[in-house]
C-alpha cells in the first residue's frame, strides 16, 4: 500500500523567511503534484513532476523531485501572508489506467507578518 | 477550459433522505473521480471513472452509488447516509493515462459541502 507523509504538518513562518516542506512517499512513482487548498475551498493545481530530477517554479514556490530517494520538496522563498494554506502532495503510482492519486498528510502553513 | 463545476455547493439531508451529487467538465478528460475529504485530512478517493466504466471503488460502503452517464457527467447518488458520511465531496478530472505514462493531473472541482443529520 503506498503511503505519502508530509512534514511538517503544521509551519508557522515569518513573512520574508525561506522554509521546505518535504514529502516522502513507499513506492516507487514518476508522477507526483502539489496541490494547495485554502480554509473551506477546494484543491488548486500548483505544480506536475513527472519525471526525476524534476524542478519547478512559480512565483516564491520551486518543487522537486527525486524519484529515486522517492521524495519531493516544496520550497519557499522569501514567505508572504497569502501563501497561507494547507500544502498537499500527491502521489500516482501509474497501474497503467486513470490516475489513483494517494495524498499526503498535508502541512498547514501559516505565515506571519 | 480547466473547469469542473460541482452542484449543489452546499447540502444537509436527513438520514432518510435520498440526494445526488453532480460533476459536469468539459475538458475532454475520459477519467473521472470522487473523492472525500473530512476536516483537517487529506482527500481519500472513493470512486474512479475510466472511459465511463467503474475502474476503481475503494470499498466504498453501498449507500454511496457512483453513476457516469456520459464521457462529461458524473453523479454520486446517495441514500441513507449517517452523520458521519458529512464531508467535502470532491469531483475530479483528468487525462487517461492507458498505455503509456502521460500527466494524470486531476482537477478539481470547488467540491460539494455535505452535513448528514
Known amino acids: 500500500e503506498l503511503k505519502v507523509e508530509q512534514n511538517p504538518l503544521f509551519l508557522s513562518m515569518q513573512e520574508g523567511k525561506n522554509y521546505t516542506i518535504y514529502c516522502n512517499y513507499s513506492?516507487?512513482?514518476?508522477?507526483l503534484y502539489w496541490y494547495r487548498q485554502d480554509p473551506g475551498k477546494s484543491l488548486e493545481s500548483l505544480f506536475v513532476?513527472?519525471?526525476?530530477?524534476a524542478v519547478k517554479q512559480e512565483g516564491r514556490l520551486m518543487a522537486s523531485l527525486d524519484t529515486k530517494a522517492r521524495l519531493s520538496t516544496l520550497h519557499i522563498t522569501a514567505a508572504v501572508h497569502d501563501l497561507s494554506a494547507t500544502y498537499f502532495c500527491a502521489v500516482d503510482p501509474y497501474t497503467g489506467t486513470a490516475s489513483k492519486l494517494t495524498f499526503g498528510t498535508g502541512t498547514r502553513l501559516q505565515v506571519t507578518l | 477550459d480547466t473547469e469542473v463545476t460541482q452542484t449543489p455547493k452546499h447540502l444537509v439531508m436527513g438520514m432518510t433522505n435520498k440526494k445526488s451529487l453532480k460533476c459536469e467538465q468539459h475538458?475532454?478528460?475520459?477519467?473521472m473521480y470522487w473523492y472525500k475529504q473530512k476536516a483537517k485530512k487529506p482527500p481519500e478517493l472513493m470512486f474512479v471513472?475510466?472511459?465511463?466504466?467503474?475502474?476503481i471503488n475503494e470499498s466504498v460502503p453501498s449507500r454511496f452509488s457512483p453513476e457516469c452517464p456520459n464521457s462529461s457527467l458524473l453523479n454520486l447518488h446517495l441514500h441513507a447516509l449517517q452523520p458521519e458520511d458529512s464531508a467535502l465531496y470532491l469531483c475530479?478530472?483528468?487525462?487517461?493515462?492507458?498505455?503509456?505514462?502521460?500527466?494524470?493531473?486531476?482537477?478539481f472541482g470547488q467540491g460539494t459541502r455535505l452535513t448528514v443529520v
Open positions: 475530479a478530472s483528468s487525462q487517461e493515462g492507458q498505455g503509456h505514462p502521460m500527466n494524470t493531473e486531476a482537477f
Open positions: 513532476l513527472l519525471s526525476n530530477g
Open positions: 475538458m475532454g478528460h475520459r477519467a
Open positions: 513506492t516507487t512513482s514518476d508522477r
Open positions: 471513472y475510466s472511459y465511463e466504466k467503474l475502474s
